[in-house]
């Protein structure tokens, strides 16, 4: 599967982006889709998964009640709705494959999302 993430950008706190994820190269539909953010100096951290059904989703607890995750497999696209933004969710985007393992195998190229206090 070949991941492609698009959408960030800056923004200052309290406002939103979204960002999308279109996957090409293999069923898109057979794999559970995942969000992670990256910063200089940090491990990466997860954001939002979703599964193979749409209304299976999990968030780490810094982003619930702000982030939605979304999929459209007719488009074969995965999307993050960020809303009230933080300057601490400043990071590299970066969106993921998961296969029926639990591992993720595929990898996006990553879109910085900056927000400014």
């Known amino acids: 599967v070949q991941l492609q993430a698009s959408g960030g950008g800056s923004v200052q706190a309290g406002g939103s982006l979204r960002l999308s994820c279109e996957a090409s190269?293999?069923?898109?539909?057979?794999?559970?889709m995942g969000w992670f953010r990256q910063t200089p100096g940090k491990e990466r951290e997860f954001v939002a998964v979703?599964?193979?059904?749409?209304?299976?989703?999990i968030y780490a607890d810094s982003v619930k009640g702000r982030f939605t995750i979304s999929r459209d497999n007719a488009k074969n696209t995965v999307s993050l709705q960020m809303n009230n933004l933080k300057p601490e969710d400043t990071a590299v985007y970066l969106c993921?494959?998961?296969?029926?393992?639990?591992?993720?195998?595929?990898w996006g190229q990553g879109t910085l999302v900056t927000v400014s206090s």
């Open positions: 993921a494959a998961e296969n029926d393992e639990g591992a993720y195998v595929y």
């Open positions: 190269g293999r069923t898109f539909s057979n794999y559970a």
């Open positions: 979703i599964g193979l059904n749409v209304t299976n989703t």
